[in-house]
């Protein structure tokens, strides 16, 4: 085993005594076949509100420009599937956002693997990313072999579907390289498209950004459309209905992470509940969790959408 396939080991092994679900490793270099696709996209206008999507197009592209001498793009996965999730009679959340934020959460643990690979091989160059910058982790991911992209764009993976977050550490060190994911598994199933109320997922392996649940509850800082009244099925922050109806979910299994745990009042709010929430409880029941992005005010807008 040359030197190369050493490290690259010793960072996959160390990834998984840290509860990444998966590890994979790409060479860094420019996303050729994703340019075009990007642009595209940007020009259809999917991004809706999201101006920031706009920005660092050259970046999104090539992780060099987001590290000097970048040579390898570390793919990583970290399961939020949830144990129980919330009643039926509730206005409902992301499954994502049930516990602490997840940028904090997987930051410290990729800071962590980062600090290991200085302790065990030397003095690396590179930067941590969880959905915070521009990278483009889903197409990382997919050269780096773990998984594919689902006609909902989401990355599926076949031993734990799609309820996982996806981050990536950009290091100047040369690594063996895994083998990009070829095969599409969803092959002819139309499930998520069929199921989204707001038609934002398009037939070709495309998501209208700018009309997805997620967004108008969480991107959308204006008042939500009356052209979506009555299509959002309780969703008040966040979406998962793409996901819920995907067959390869059936492999879900529910995480290992105390942090990623709900607030014991959550999993019991009835709608009642939520229509008289105050800033208060608010503040209690979403302590350090990514709800807080809406903001109390954002969270009343939605409730009160679905309610009238």
Known sequence: MNLASNYSQLIKNEALRLGFSACGIAKATFLEKEAPR?????????????????????????????????????????????????????????????????????????????????????????RAFVDSAPVMERAWAEKSGIGWAGKHSLLIQKEQGSFFFLSELIIDLDLDYDNPFQTDHCGTCTKCIDACPTGAILPNNTVNGSKCISYFTIE????????????????????????????????????????????????????????????????????????KRTKYAGLKRNIQFLKE
């Open 38 to 126: 990007l642009e595209g996209w940007l020009k259809n206008k999917y991004q809706g509100e999201m101006n920031y999507l706009e920005n660092y197009f050259d970046k999104r592209l090539d992780p060099k420009l987001l590290v000097d001498g970048a040579k390898s793009v570390i793919s990583l996965s970290f399961n939020y599937f949830p144990e129980k999730i919330q009643k039926k009679d509730s206005y409902k959340l992301a499954k994502y956002a049930y516990g602490y934020d997840y940028h904090h959460v997987i930051k410290s643990k990729l800071k962590e693997l980062y600090q290991f690979i200085q302790n065990e091989i030397g003095e690396i160059d590179g």
């Open 220 to 291: 959308l800082k204006n008042e939500i459309p009356v052209s979506v009244k009555g299509k959002f099925e309780d969703w008040m922050f966040g979406c998962d209905i793409c996901q819920d109806v995907c067959p390869w979910n059936r492999f879900s299994k529910p995480h290992l992470e105390p942090l990623f745990n709900p607030h014991p009042d959550l999993l019991s709010m009835t709608k009642g509940d939520w229509q008289e929430i105050t800033e208060d409880v608010f503040k209690k029941v979403f302590k350090k969790s990514p709800v």
